[in-house]
Structures are given as structure tokens and as C-alpha cells.
């Protein structure tokens, strides 16, 4: 179909009828069968989650982050309450609803309520949250809050362009790569190119169905393994 043309036959953006500012997403949690966001607190959680993380001996997770490793509680503490209270970016704790033990922080950044536009970032999962279908579902979580309750058009993920497991973290949840903004930024003294990733909303229903089916229980065994992939579950065009 050939774009909308403007009076002297120059091509331009399709338009959006209706289209209004969306709100800002809310500081309220998010409810999940396996795991729960609350909105981030240092009295609640901070102590719990710098002992979940030092189950990573090395620090890698901290790799790619602009801060960390927390050489202690206290100093992880004072991160957290350094940005608890903020708007943007808005911290979550992911809390494991089987333990109640908080495994992990997701945030959204960058809102844009005027294009419609929010990013997901500064996820930082504990060994206990990876590669446990928990960790998925919080992620389902914040793109339902943004698409389905919010009305935002595009949801973005940005990483480094060499952290090879946020890249396929990003492919595995359904975003689309779209580039690398080279020299994007500089952080803990070294240079950052930015691999960007995004979901828009036409693309969240099937990816939204798929989300659903892989989080069946029906999809796992007694043992927990997955019956089959999350990436099974899209149109082949999305995978």
C-alpha cells in the first residue's frame, strides 16, 4: 500500500486519528502467577536482593550496568534509596511469589508520554530470577501495563552492543532489532555503542497471545523445563 501523500504528492506519516498524550505509568505493582512487582523500596527490599545478588560470586552482572558491584548492604542501600523515589526512571523489585524473596530490579525509563513512547531497562536479575520462567513473566507484566492498560505505541530495550545475553534476551521476548547508535554513551569510563530493540503496538497481540501460552503451567513439566520455546509461539515472521 502506497503511503498518504500531502498536497504536493510528497509522502508522509500515516495518520493517527484520536491520538492523544498517554498517562505516565503508575507506581502501583503489577500482579503475576509466579512473580510480583512492588515498586522499589530500600527498607523492603534492598537487604533481601543484595543477598540474592551476592549468589553471583563474580559480579558479572554488574558488567554492563552504569553502577555497581555494592561492596556491602549498606552501600546497596544507599543506591536504592538514591532512586526510589524517582519518576524517571521508575524502579520495580521483582518478587518471587512462591518465596517472597525479592530476585531482581526492572524499571521503566526514558517515558515519553507525548509520542507514546517507554523504554524497559536497568534489569538487574539475581542467578535465582535467570532463566527462570519468572523472569519472563515480569517482563510480560510491564509490557501489558504499557500497552494494554496505558495505550503506549512502542516499547524499547537498549543495551550494550556487546552484552550478548541482554541481546538475546531482547530477540527472545519478540523485539525487533533496529541498529546501533555508535558512541551512544559513556559509562564507567569506557565507550558504549547501543544495540536498539522495540516492540510497537501492532506487534503486541500476537506477541501478547504467545506470552500467555508459554506462561500456561500446562507448558511445563513437573520438573519446571518448558514444553516448548517462547519463540514457538509467534507467527514465523516474528521469530
Known amino acids: ?15 493517527l486519528a484520536g491520538w492523544a498524550a498517554r498517562p505516565r ?12 512487582l512492588e515498586p522499589l523500596d530500600a527498607g523492603r527490599h534492598a537487604a533481601a536482593l543484595h543477598e540474592a545478588y ?5 559480579g558479572r552482572n554488574w558488567t554492563y550496568l552504569p553502577y ?4 556491602s548492604a549498606a552501600a546497596y542501600a544507599a543506591f536504592v534509596e538514591s532512586v526510589q523515589t524517582r519518576e524517571d526512571p521508575l524502579f520495580f523489585a521483582v518478587v518471587e511469589v512462591a518465596s517472597r524473596r525479592p530476585v531482581g530490579v526492572a524499571s521503566y525509563l526514558r517515558i515519553d508520554p507525548a509520542m507514546g513512547s517507554i523504554e ?17 513473566e515480569a517482563m510480560f507484566l510491564m509490557m501489558q501495563r504499557a500497552f494494554d492498560e496505558l495505550g503506549y505505541r512502542r516499547y524499547e530495550w537498549k543495551c550494550d552492543a556487546l552484552n550478548a545475553p541482554s541481546r538475546r534476551a531482547a530477540e527472545r521476548l519478540g523485539f525487533r532489532y533496529e541498529g546501533i547508535f555508535r558512541q551512544h554513551v559513556v559509562t564507567k569510563g569506557r565507550n558504549r555503542d547501543s544495540a536498539w530493540y522495540a516492540i510497537v503496538d501492532g506487534e503486541w497481540p ?4 504467545a506470552f500467555t501460552s508459554w506462561l500456561d503451567p500446562a507448558n511445563f513439566d513437573a520438573a519446571g523445563r518448558q514444553r516448548r520455546r517462547l519463540e514457538d509461539g509467534r507467527p514465523g515472521g516474528m521469530r
Open 25 to 36: 505509568p503508575p507506581r502501583g505493582g503489577m500482579e503475576g502467577r509466579l512473580c510480583r
Open 206 to 209: 500476537q506477541l501478547k497471545q
Open 68 to 71: 555497581g558491584p555494592f561492596a
Open 1 to 15: 500500500m502506497s503511503p498518504p501523500t500531502n498536497a504536493f504528492g510528497q509522502p508522509i506519516g500515516e495518520a
Open 120 to 136: 524497559v531497562g536497568h534489569l538487574s536479575y539475581a542467578p535465582a530470577l535467570q532463566r527462570h520462567p519468572a523472569a519472563t
Open 54 to 58: 551476592s549468589e553471583d560470586r563474580e
